[in-house]
């Protein structure tokens, strides 16, 4: 499956699961922010995608690759704030994002809030790459 | 008026909605995905009644109203099967943990947790309050 079928079919499974028409759903729509996602949808999603793409990525697992594998105390700072090298990660996960402004001022439990479509399909598509363990 | 808080224990409080027909919907759509999110007692006890979708609704709200009191999202390593809402012998809900929420929680100095659940043919709601120590393990 190439890239731009996988966005496809991610922009698919958010816009059923949501029951949105297509044009409300683009590449920069973020899922639980813009698109006012929850968490039964983000599973919905996860599902769907599974079944459109063959590929499975779990809830758990999503927050394992935005949070690059890094432990809470490593991804969060003191605050709760999401740390310089959490930062640096954000941005290889959401080229979107611009860093700069977020410095000591985007609160780790919002992160998913920014995630986007294009984002998700960027995570199935490298999900795909990697048989599961 | 002053907040009681014992001066060695937080107290957190988490609490959720969850649409009864969302969750019916998800059910319908991926029926043989559910052990997903609820363990096999959690399916078990709510088989075949008609309330189904509430009684998994309800539980639904019970694990992110938990998430939510720990102060955490569903983190990396965890599922929602690490979080489970039984009843005690007198039909009281109780949350058993496993698994990295089991872990997360502990390692966050949690000492005990209760929850209190209701619903409507439409609504789900959960409450959960957790004791943690103020000094993490």
């Keep these: 499956m190439t890239e731009e079928e996988t966005l496809n079919a991610v922009c698919e499974a958010v816009t059923d699961a949501l029951g949105l028409d297509e044009d409300e759903v683009t590449p920069q729509s973020t899922i639980t922010g813009e698109l006012g996602a929850e968490s039964i949808d983000l599973l919905d999603i996860l599902f769907r995608i599974e079944r459109l793409t063959g590929t499975r990525v779990q809830a758990g697992d999503l927050a394992n690759y935005i949070q690059g594998g890094m432990t809470d105390e490593e991804f969060g700072t003191e605050n709760d704030m999401v740390s310089a090298v959490g930062l640096a990660h954000l941005k290889t996960v959401m080229p979107q994002l611009d860093i700069d402004a977020l410095v000591d001022s985007l609160p780790a439990e919002e992160v998913i809030s920014h995630l986007t479509v294009a984002n998700l399909a960027t995570i199935v598509t490298r999900y795909a790459a990697v048989p599961a363990g | ?137």
Excluded: C
């Design chain 2, 1 to 137: 008026m002053q907040l009681y808080q014992p001066a060695d224990d937080r107290i957190r409080v988490g609490v959720d909605v969850v649409h009864v027909d969302r969750v019916s919907r998800f059910a319908a759509e991926h029926r043989g995905r559910l052990d997903v999110v609820w363990t096999p007692l959690e399916l078990a006890h709510g088989a075949g009644r008609a309330s189904e979708a509430q009684h998994l609704a309800v539980r639904f709200a019970a694990k992110e109203a938990l998430l939510k009191a720990l102060g955490t999202g569903l983190g990396p390593g965890m599922s929602w099967t690490d979080i489970e809402v039984l009843n005690d012998r007198r039909g009281r809900p109780v949350l058993k943990l496993g698994g990295r929420v089991a872990a997360w929680a502990a390692a966050h100095g949690m000492r005990a947790a209760d929850v209190s659940l209701s619903h409507t043919p439409t609504i789900a709601f959960a409450v959960v309050l957790v004791l943690a120590s103020a000094t993490p393990v």
